[in-house]
């Protein structure tokens, strides 16, 4: 699972710097709005500028988040009930700092994952990326719709 992991976050330069999805306008346009209503255009401004996503059609920046380093924690670690991360990896970043977090729609089966040769290819369908305080975007999560969402962060 951890060279699952590690794979993943090694394919998300990759993944990051080809995906595009049209002009800002359009995807403001098309952008479902955030269920807390917390989606702003400095937000969304930051996805943009933290990943260059404009090569690859059909990819959508559907919510951003911008949120402190300790709330990004706290939702990692309760996320899934609570299974799964004990310790968010951003609990080593000042708990103060701003993060924002991207949530994208599109076709992301192309990643690079571990599977059996003749296991079919993986369905992922939306892609979370978290922006760190200094603008590095890093893979957070990749899978179906509805399985992959922002939750209450």
Not at 49 to 60: F, L, S
Not at 125 to 134: M, N, Q, S
Request: hydrophobic fraction near 35%; proline fraction near 7%; charge should be negative.
């Amino acid at each position: 699972m951890k060279r699952l992991r590690l794979l993943l976050v090694a394919s998300c330069a990759a993944v990051v710097s080809a995906c595009g999805a049209g002009t800002a306008a359009q995807e403001l346009a098309s952008a479902t709005p955030s269920p807390s209503g917390t989606a702003t255009q400095e937000s969304f401004d930051s996805c943009r500028a933290a990943a260059d996503w404009h090569t690859r059609p059909g990819i959508e920046l559907i919510d951003a988040r911008t949120r402190t380093a300790g709330e990004v924690s706290a939702w990692h670690e309760t996320r899934d009930g609570g299974a799964g991360t004990t310790r968010s990896r951003w609990r080593e970043v000042d708990g103060d700092a701003v993060m924002t977090v991207c949530l994208y729609d599109g076709d992301f089966s192309d990643l690079p994952v571990s599977r059996p040769a003749d296991a079919p290819p993986p369905q992922y369908e939306r892609l979370i990326v978290v922006v760190d305080p200094a603008g590095t975007p890093v893979l957070d999560r990749v899978g179906r719709r509805d399985g992959v969402n922002l939750g209450d962060l």
